[in-house]
């Protein structure tokens, strides 16, 4: 009978609510193709072999990534404990003791019990509090999985971003050995009557301006690269890189089709499994309002038989089992069903909009790479003008009455368009980075929680 009332569940397993995903994208964004770039292996996505030492390095190293791990071996014991309290639990009591009456020989009585008790599982709070258990355990692996997503997207970004602070420096270093060239070409000048020691003296201030913008572009590689050096776990120290314009990013961006977020993004599984932990939660709650069976018994060996003590000792064993229904705390109990409730749709809520959010940054990811890339063409033809007006301006002033300014505006609208095109480039190869880890990229496609 008891092996019966247990195996009879009174709650259905969780089954996921009806969730819209269409247009999760975006209006503008269609597609029916499930291919995803979030499905591609972070080795096939990021080709450069010195990110991909630095992703291994921090996959090893990052301490973030460690902590999520040990919550990994917490949910586990959780659920081993969960899945334990199914079977009988048995302790071992031994007592004894010595008595003398009125100056009597003192007598010596023992008592070796083994007792058990066996929680009967007739309304399934055991079973629900296992399958809450059991969502907690995968929970946390969804919550490595997030971990490691966002440490290999930030890992990408910070390699980027040293990137383009390289080029920049370098086209800044080029700039001012041009612009140096030119305050010797006027100083010449000067000597022939064709220019004034004014304009030598703007041209000198303006070249000592860039070569300031150097000495801060040197102060952020070095902080991005102490901000990279703890995100990988090491003290801080030069980060070995390749350069921008060798870097090569997807040019197709698959997104997949919305309800593929759902399996996916490891920050949605989670959020779900949060909701899935609230189910049972409520149901374990609402099993409380139900009587509780419980099974005991024990045996033992004693020499102590009431008011008589018998030697050598005898054999003991007795049994029981109760049924023990609430009365007094029903009220409580109806309150903790109440607030169980509650926070099963808070979970709920926090579902949908975990699922909200993700569509969000796939669509802000896809209009940051397609902006940069649409100004890419443009860029180039606004550098090659300004390149010609460059040229252009000098001639004319070494031949003819055309000022310095003239030639100073023409070189700061150059070097502003070449450092935007760099910035482009970023801007264009971060989008990627960021779809890439809106879809879910990044993840281990081999690790699945039992």
């Not at 004894?96 to 009585?109: E, L, N, Q, R």
């Not at 919550?143 to 990408?156: E, G, N, P």
């Not at 509650?342 to 926090?350: H, I, K, S, T």
Request: hydrophobic fraction near 40%.
């Amino acid at each position: 009978m008891a092996v019966t009332l247990s195996g009879c569940g009174i709650y259905k397993p969780y089954s996921r609510p009806e969730i819209k995903t269409d247009g999760l994208y975006g209006a503008d964004v269609t597609t029916t193709d499930t291919t995803s770039l979030g499905n591609v292996g972070w080795r096939e996505m990021f080709t450069d072999p010195k990110l991909q030492s630095l992703i291994e390095q921090g996959l090893a190293n990052n301490t973030d990534l460690q902590s999520a791990q040990w919550r990994i071996e917490e949910a586990e014991a959780t659920l081993k404990s969960a899945r334990l309290a199914f079977l009988p639990s048995f302790s071992l009591a031994p007592q004894g003791g010595v008595s003398s009456f009125d100056g009597s020989k003192a007598s010596w009585t023992y008592n070796v019990p083994v007792t058990a008790s066996w929680e009967i599982d007739i309304f399934s709070r055991l079973l629900n509090s296992k399958r809450k258990a059991k969502a907690l355990y995968e929970q946390s692996w969804e919550y490595k999985q997030a971990v490691q997503t966002q440490l290999i997207a930030s890992i990408a970004n910070y390699y980027y971003t040293l990137l383009m602070l390289d080029s920049q420096l370098e086209i800044s270093e080029q700039t001012v050995v041009k612009w140096r060239e030119t305050v010797d070409a006027m100083k010449s000048l000067k000597g022939a009557g064709m220019t004034n020691e004014a304009a030598i003296s703007q041209a000198e201030a303006n070249t000592l301006s860039v070569e300031t913008s150097l000495h801060d572009l040197r102060y952020q590689i070095r902080q991005i690269e102490n901000s990279f050096s703890a995100l990988l776990g090491d003290a801080p120290h030069v980060i070995e890189r390749g350069r921008l314009d060798q870097q090569s990013v997807p040019q197709r961006l698959a997104v997949g089709i919305p309800v593929q977020m759902l399996s996916n993004r490891p920050d949605v599984k989670s959020a779900e499994l949060n909701l899935v932990q609230s189910y049972y939660a409520t149901n374990e709650a609402r099993a409380s309002l139900y009587p509780n069976l419980q099974l005991s018994g024990s045996v033992g060996w004693t020499n102590s038989a009431g008011s008589f003590i018998v030697n050598p000792g005898k054999l003991l064993w007795s049994a029981a089992g109760s049924l023990v229904q609430p009365i007094f705390q029903a009220g409580a109990n109806r309150a903790r069903v109440k607030i169980a409730k509650a926070q099963q749709e808070e979970a709920r809520l926090a579902f949908q909009q975990a699922l909200l959010n993700a569509g969000s940054e796939v669509n802000n990811a896809l209009a940051q790479c397609q902006t940069a890339r649409d100004k890419a063409e443009l860029r180039e033809r606004q550098i090659a003008a300004l390149e010609s007006t460059v040229v252009s301006t000098e001639l004319l002033m070494q031949h003819s009455n055309t000022t310095y300014l003239e030639v100073l505006t023409a070189q700061q609208s150059l070097l502003s368009a070449q450092l935007s095109q760099v910035t482009d480039r970023f801007d264009e190869i971060q989008g990627v980075v960021n779809l890439y880890q809106a879809l879910g990229g990044g993840r281990d496609m081999s690790s699945v929680a039992e």
